[in-house]
């Protein structure tokens, strides 16, 4: 497999990003200008930029930062109502499949896009391929928690509508290595996602996955804290929720709704009259402050775990200040090393994993 | 089956109303309280309530509504930790018990309660059995939404981990018809929750689901819209959200733990400097405004539906002002002449369901 991370070391050398600068919703020079802030913020970050050529060298001068980007032709660009199997044949030439090439033959460590979610896992599945010992991808978000390093992990929130007992407890494994790597937990802790916390709640396979897990945790370095439910999600119980691709989008955007739908009800209630717009301005900093801690454009970036390379997602509709989110969490984890250890993470939890009972007999096909 | 619905004309009448009187985690003196609260604010409504009788008629004496209930006395309570096997073969004695009887002999209209919530739907379902051309009962929840009426009905949110394409089906009769006589909406707009809203998006077993809600639409005189997201549970896009009791139990408590969390990070946003402390107190008016629309005790109550009789559900922790929102919902059901109608919509769309296909080919085993 073509796939180099000569650079482990933190603050050794450059780290190189490679960034589809044509998917998202607000076209190329959204996804410029989080370069530019990343590129200010950060002198070790060197970018490979895919897209139209002409577009991106106009982007990329004006905003000064010829001399940290690589330019890379792609003619065209994958359409956010593309179907991933229609890209995963006709994906070449593609600026999202060329992202994908950066990594796949060692020019760059991690991959970032905010274009068609579906497309670019099926692109990353067939160019980047599984690492051994992991069935089924999965996406892991950051989710705004109660604990100290002020984020959860939560995973799977959308590679796929399922997942059996075997997916979930290498999905335990994987985030537990992410929260390591990208949270700098020692030892994560570990929670199943299900509805009630009592042994007996919740579906039948989710006791499977439960007993899956709890056997990984010496290889995998975790701590196992059982079932939690969707309250537990911002809570300080938990510091990686495990759950199936269907049930964790759900959650995801339940949450992100509900976080909008506050801010707006909010908005409003600072708008309704004279004296409460006065109050507004006094409470700005407040304000800010709270916004500063839920604003879903600082935890953007869904990265894909369980392929030889990593890949971030982000946000369809990520400004700047979004991807520029989305490329500090990529360099974070090219900086750390992060792929190379989620591999030998995973491969040594199989000897482990292949004592514990499984007793899910559902189909692993894709 | 022995059900009277004596009183479904509105105003005509005084209505009764059943109460679990012991099940809740502030024990019976929150659960009078909020007797009390509604018995002052609605001269209409008279109780039954269940419990300690000794217990119950001090309360009921300090309280000064001694006129307005009746005192059932039950012998023992059902603990929030008791298994739903358990309640079902040993329940004869409690409150829960002896609550949900006086709806199943007529006396009252709908049962509250706010114990445990799996060994209710047990009891509910041993005792008021399901309402013919239901497979599946379901428990609906309100949710804080931009539509004008400013709530979203959604189901179901827990009684069964597990629904099939048939059973969301009935979801969606159920839910539409909750809509009409608990929100008042004439033609409920109907939303089946998934991930992605593009028709090849989603678990395989969705599309025969809404196929068939799409062909119930007419009969259940709902508006099918398709497809929702988690972020459109709180939009004007749909007003009913059907979903299985997994995922809709851990959007729910998803959602209501997001909504804690910023709630939390308001507070300390305020409290962070003296500024912000001055600035909270000429806010409060603002913040109050937010909180009413978000307060989780104002849409407190969750419905039972699909039984010979309706059951309400309250938060365990609920205190007086949830358990008055839960009588509320109750009153406002019973008066509307709900559990009638709601089983005339189900019978009447069954010639309508049998027409449509059903590619669903899992089993209906409880």
Not at 232 to 246: A, K, M, Q, Y
Not at 320 to 325: D, E, L, P, Q, Y
Request: aromatic share 4%; glycine share 10%; hydrophobic share 40%.
């Amino acid at each position: 497999m073509p796939n180099a991370f000569d650079n482990p070391t933190p603050g050794a050398k450059r780290i190189v990003i490679s960034i589809d600068a044509m998917g998202g919703d607000r076209g190329p020079a959204a996804v410029v200008a989080g370069i530019a802030m990343s590129a200010s913020k950060n002198p070790d970050i060197h970018f490979i930029v895919h897209g139209d050529e002409s577009v991106l060298t106009r982007l990329i001068r004006r905003r000064r930062i010829s001399h940290r980007c690589d330019i890379r032709h792609a003619p065209r660009a994958v359409a956010m109502h593309e179907k991933p199997s229609h890209v995963m044949r006709h994906g070449e030439g593609t600026s999202m499949w060329s992202a994908i090439e950066s990594v796949r033959n060692g020019e760059a460590t991690v991959a970032v896009s905010c274009g068609n979610t579906g497309a670019l896992m099926a692109l990353s599945m067939i160019r980047l391929r599984k690492i051994p010992g992991v069935n089924r991808p999965a996406i892991a978000c950051l989710w705004p928690s109660r604990n100290p390093q002020g984020f959860n992990v939560m995973l799977d929130v959308g590679a796929d509508v399922k997942a059996d007992a075997e997916d979930l407890c290498q999905f335990a494994l994987m985030g537990a290595s992410y929260a390591r790597n990208g949270l700098g937990l020692d030892r994560p802790r570990v929670g199943l996602l299900n509805v009630g916390t009592e042994e007996n709640k919740g579906r039948a396979e989710m006791k499977a996955a439960s007993d899956l897990i709890s056997a990984a945790s010496d290889a995998g370095s975790f701590d196992y804290v059982g079932y939690v439910e969707g309250g537990d999600l911002p809570s300080n119980r938990v510091d990686v929720i495990v759950t199936d691709g269907f049930t964790g989008n759900i959650a995801l955007k339940t949450g992100e709704g509900t976080a909008k739908l506050i801010g707006d009800f909010l908005k409003e209630a600072f708008a309704a009259t004279p004296l409460s717009r006065i109050a507004a301005l006094l409470a700005l900093t407040s304000l800010r402050r709270l916004q500063k801690r839920i604003d879903p454009r600082r935890v953007n970036g869904g990265v894909f775990l369980g392929l030889n390379g990593t890949v971030v997602k982000s946000h369809g509709s990520a400004d700047a200040t979004g991807m520029s989110a989305a490329i500090k969490l990529a360099f974070q984890l090219a900086k750390s090393g992060f792929q190379e250890r989620l591999a030998a993470r995973v491969a040594s939890a199989g000897s482990a994993r292949q004592d514990a009972p499984n007793e899910d007999g559902s189909s692993r096909a894709e």
